[in-house]
Nanobody, 125 residues
């Protein structure tokens, strides 16, 4: 049974920080991993991605504030979120890629094979 589980979400004041984790089991994620988020009434959008070799990609809205990282040996991925804003409020989902693909396409939802259940991040004013 393949499973991705996010943790670390919660309530934080604007300007604060949160760290999210994603643990994979039942499969070794050999290629890209990423974070997406979905706010109420909005489509799920790209946040950040990281290749198997550690190259990182960020949405313009989070660049300079969020940092993505991974531990391949442990099948873990992280998202450090600093200087949080109310517009960052959303359910955050982790995703894993099992097959080869262009690293430049890791911002697209369709290239991922596995998804977590999501964790709520709420940033208050």
């Amino acid at each position: 049974q393949v499973q991705l589980v996010e943790s670390g979400g919660g309530l934080v004041q604007a300007g604060g920080s949160l760290s999210l984790s994603c643990a994979a089991s039942g499969i070794f994620i050999r290629y890209g991993m990423g974070w997406f988020r979905q706010a109420p009434g909005k489509e799920r959008e790209f946040v950040a991605a990281i290749s198997r070799g550690g190259s990182t990609y960020y949405a313009d809205t989070v660049k300079g504030r969020f940092t993505i990282s991974r531990d391949n040996a442990k099948n873990l991925m992280y998202l450090q979120m600093n200087t949080l804003k109310p517009e960052d409020t959303a359910v955050y989902y982790c995703a894993g890629q099992a097959n080869y693909g262009l690293e430049s396409e890791l911002r697209f939802r369709g290239v991922y094979d596995y998804w977590g259940q999501g964790t709520q991040v709420t940033v208050s004013s």
